[in-house]
């Protein structure tokens, strides 16, 4: 069985989305009702990484491409937030 249709770019966009919203449902429907909090606990300055803890998943198509990720945001309501801060050294 084949695990990669590599013919979905070619697709029009209009099918494509309507794929990812189908590939959604089930997803959203079981995180409905839960709202997701993000707590940042900490910036690595070197790396320039930041730590987080997320109180629910995302959705599995969050880990696919950007299309899919975008797709899954509209679906679920949200909508992309930057996030910027500065770091602080502490003594």
Not at 6 to 17: K, M
Not at 67 to 76: D, L, N, S, V
């Amino acid at each position: 069985m084949a695990t990669a249709f590599h013919l979905f770019p070619n697709l029009p966009a209009e099918l494509r989305v309507r794929i990812w919203h189908v590939a959604l449902e089930d997803d959203y429907d079981d995180l409905k009702g839960h709202n997701r909090i993000i707590e940042l606990h900490s910036y690595n300055v070197t790396s320039k990484t930041i730590a987080v803890a997320v109180s629910r998943r995302y959705p599995t198509l969050f880990e696919v491409n950007r299309e899919a990720r975008c797709e899954a945001a509209k679906a679920g309501g949200g909508e992309w937030v930057t996030v910027s801060g500065r770091a602080t050294l502490l003594p």
